[in-house]
Every structure is written in structure tokens, then in C-alpha cells.
């Protein structure tokens, strides 16, 4: 599998990256164990967890159970140096992680140190800010964000105290690499500045939400990643599972995530599902599965870093593996264009 360099560090992840969220609620244990199995067996060395994981609810009696499930992978197999890991950190308002409280220099050592021993690892490869304390764009924010609240001063005196905290573990060898989840532009911009400026860790990766249904990304921060080498990593490449197709026509297969959030975080509209078909159209007329052509055409844009994706069966798994040998014509991504204009943002 194409392998992309993250960031400035020096450090490869595969073009797919194994997401993990379901891990410990909708998959057991066993379930988690063979799809790293199967990944690795494909050529991905990337997987993509956090500290709030599963998903579908959070709950506080399942938060780490992700982080444990892969753990006790490490333990049992003794193959973590095949593996890029990558966690996170949770924020502000995050109810079942320190109460709640914003990231700082006081949570860092506590959150890197709980993620480690749930792992069973000496070091995670790359560490990830999941929210901004300031707010975010992101999960459908960006039609009603107010930046009213925002302290200037304050947010990149935080920015400069978290960095010299995250220079402390990479010192201790807790961490290699720095990356950011659902951030912005300027936000990211600064991060950089401050990194550079003060010779602290340098933002790797940006997190994102990104598919044929969300392309937020593909302006300014598009070219951010570009030019500062910092590439996406691209989550809900099939929107949730709607770019699957098994979602339309009112469909509701047992077990799915609309089983268990019924608005999909926000994607659930009528516009979502006109937008799906029409390129579960393009797939047909070109002879491609759905999923395959979501995570191929992600895999083409020119700042990707790696797109994360998750299965709840090794059959959904071989499918999605399976967008590393899919190369996409001119003229169906000329279609993916077209269809895009039509249906921009449609949630």
C-alpha cells in the first residue's frame, strides 16, 4: 500500500488508516484483534484511536475500552513497531475525561500517561488535540459559528503552554509527533507559528472530517496542508456510512449507526440523500463499488495524509481495503466534480 510521510517527522503511515471507534461497544474484543490483523496483513501500519473511544454512546463506564482493546493486541501479538498508532487527547466539555476540563499543561501528562497504560506501550507515535478549546467548525457547527467568545490573547498563550507540555513527553519518549483534530485555518496557522518560533513541537497532521459530502476542507486549509506539509487525515470518509448506500430508501439495516444516532452527528437530510445517489450513479456506470470510489477519490487530493476508516465486520474491512488498488479514471472524477456542484454541502 502507498505509504505518504506525516508531515516534517520523518515517519510514514500507510494511504488508509484503521480507525477504532466502535472497538469495545459494537465490536468485541476478538472483533477489534482481527481487523488489525487483516489491516496489517494488507499493508497498513496506521491505526487511529482516542482516549474517549468507543463511540456510539460515550459513556463513562466505556471510555479507554478502545485504547485497551488495542493494548492487549500489543501484548498478545509483541508486534508494536509494525504499527504507527495515533490517539488523542479529549477537551473542554468532555463530561468522562478530568470532568470536563480544557486541554492544558495539567492534563497533558495525565492523558498521555492513562492512554500509554490502557495501550500497553512506551510511546504513541502521534498525539492529537481532538477538539480546540476555543470551538470548532466542526459536526455541522460551521452554519451557526460565533466567534464572539474568543480571546485572542488567551488562546495563544494556551497554544504556547500546551506545546511546552507536549515537549516535555516528547523528551520523556512518551510521544514522536504532534497532530490536531477538527481545528481551522487560522488555528493551525498559529500553532505552526508558535512551534516554529519557539522551537517546539511542529503540527504533523490535521484530523478532519472529509468525504464527497464534506469538503469544508478543500479551501483554505487545503492549502495550508499543502504548503506548511501538513497533511489531512480525512475522518468519515463514507459520511457516516451514508456513501455506502445502505441508507437509502428509508433503509435501516440492524446494527448500523442509525441504529444508534438517528440524525448520523447532523448528515441525516434530504439533501444528503439525493447528493449519495448520485454517486452511487457514477459508481454503477463505471463498474466501481460505492466504497471503493468514496475512499479512492480521498486517497487523490493533493493534501492527504492518510484516510481513516472504520468497519464493524472483516467483510466491510476486505471492501474497504480494497480502495488501495482502485485507480480512478479522469472522466469519473471529472463526474465526482459535477455532481458535487450540484449537490454542495448537503448537511
Given at each position: 500500500?502507498?505509504?505518504?510521510?506525516?508531515?516534517?517527522?520523518?515517519?510514514?503511515?500507510?494511504?488508509?488508516?484503521?480507525?477504532?471507534?466502535?472497538?469495545?461497544?459494537?465490536?468485541?474484543?476478538?472483533?477489534?484483534?482481527?481487523?488489525?490483523?487483516?489491516?496489517?496483513?494488507?499493508?497498513i501500519n496506521f491505526i487511529d484511536t482516542a482516549e474517549m473511544y468507543p463511540v456510539n454512546p460515550v459513556a463513562k463506564d466505556t471510555i479507554g475500552r478502545t485504547e485497551k482493546v488495542i493494548g492487549d493486541w500489543f501484548a498478545k501479538s509483541g508486534r508494536r513497531e509494525e504499527v504507527i498508532l495515533a490517539?488523542?487527547?479529549?477537551?473542554?466539555?468532555?463530561a468522562h475525561a478530568r470532568d470536563g476540563a480544557p486541554i492544558s499543561s495539567k492534563t497533558i501528562p495525565e492523558a498521555v500517561e492513562g492512554s500509554l497504560r490502557r495501550l500497553k506501550t512506551d510511546y504513541i507515535d502521534l498525539y492529537q488535540f481532538h477538539w480546540p478549546n476555543r470551538g470548532s467548525y466542526?459536526?455541522?457547527?460551521?452554519?451557526?459559528?460565533?466567534?464572539?467568545?474568543?480571546?485572542?490573547?488567551?488562546?495563544?498563550?494556551?497554544?504556547?503552554?500546551?506545546?511546552?507540555?507536549?515537549?516535555?513527553?516528547?523528551?520523556?519518549?512518551?510521544?514522536?509527533?504532534?497532530?490536531?483534530?477538527?481545528?481551522?485555518?487560522?488555528?493551525?496557522?498559529?500553532?505552526?507559528?508558535?512551534?516554529?518560533?519557539?522551537?517546539?513541537?511542529?503540527?504533523?497532521?490535521?484530523?478532519?472530517?472529509?468525504?464527497?459530502?464534506?469538503?469544508?476542507?478543500?479551501?483554505?486549509?487545503?492549502?495550508?496542508?499543502?504548503?506548511?506539509?501538513?497533511?489531512?487525515?480525512?475522518?468519515?470518509?463514507?459520511?457516516?456510512?451514508?456513501?455506502?448506500?445502505?441508507?437509502?430508501?428509508?433503509?435501516?439495516?440492524?446494527?448500523?449507526?442509525?441504529?444508534?444516532?438517528?440524525?448520523?452527528?447532523?448528515?441525516?437530510?434530504?439533501?444528503?440523500?439525493?447528493?449519495?445517489?448520485?454517486?452511487?450513479?457514477?459508481?454503477?456506470?463505471?463498474?466501481?463499488?460505492?466504497?471503493?470510489?468514496?475512499?479512492?477519490?480521498?486517497?487523490?487530493?493533493?493534501?492527504?495524509?492518510?484516510?481513516?476508516?472504520?468497519?464493524?465486520?472483516?467483510?466491510?474491512?476486505?471492501?474497504?481495503?480494497?480502495?488501495?488498488?482502485?485507480?480512478?479514471?479522469?472522466?469519473?472524477?471529472?463526474?465526482?466534480?459535477?455532481?458535487?456542484?450540484?449537490?454542495?454541502?448537503?448537511?
Open positions: 500500500m502507498k505509504k505518504n510521510r506525516l508531515g516534517r517527522t520523518g515517519i510514514e503511515v500507510s494511504a488508509l488508516c484503521l480507525g477504532s471507534m466502535t472497538w469495545g461497544s459494537q465490536n468485541t474484543t476478538a472483533e477489534g484483534h482481527a481487523q488489525i490483523d487483516r489491516a496489517l496483513e494488507r499493508g490517539s488523542k487527547h479529549s477537551g473542554e466539555g468532555m466542526m459536526f455541522r457547527q460551521n452554519w451557526s459559528f460565533d466567534p464572539s467568545g474568543q480571546d485572542r490573547a488567551a488562546t495563544l498563550a494556551h497554544m504556547e503552554d500546551t506545546l511546552e507540555a507536549l515537549q516535555k513527553q516528547v523528551d520523556k519518549g512518551n510521544i514522536r509527533a504532534f497532530g490536531l483534530s477538527n481545528e481551522s485555518a487560522w488555528g493551525t496557522a498559529q500553532w505552526l507559528r508558535l512551534s516554529e518560533d519557539k522551537g517546539l513541537p511542529r503540527v504533523a497532521s490535521i484530523q478532519n472530517e472529509y468525504s464527497l459530502l464534506c469538503r469544508l476542507y478543500d479551501t483554505d486549509l487545503a492549502e495550508l496542508s499543502v504548503n506548511e506539509d501538513v497533511g489531512l487525515l480525512a475522518f468519515s470518509p463514507l459520511a457516516a456510512g451514508l456513501l455506502t448506500g445502505k441508507y437509502q430508501g428509508g433503509a435501516m439495516p440492524d446494527g448500523s449507526r442509525m441504529t444508534l444516532n438517528e440524525s448520523l452527528g447532523g448528515r441525516k437530510t434530504k439533501r444528503a440523500f439525493k447528493a449519495v445517489e448520485a454517486y452511487l450513479d457514477i459508481a454503477a456506470r463505471h463498474g466501481l463499488d460505492p466504497v471503493q470510489l468514496a475512499l479512492a477519490w480521498c486517497m487523490t487530493r493533493p493534501f492527504m495524509g492518510s484516510v481513516i476508516f472504520g468497519a464493524t465486520s472483516v467483510g466491510q474491512l476486505d471492501v474497504a481495503l480494497g480502495a488501495a488498488e482502485v485507480a480512478l479514471s479522469d472522466d469519473v472524477r471529472e463526474e465526482i466534480d459535477a455532481a458535487h456542484r450540484a449537490h454542495p454541502m448537503p448537511f
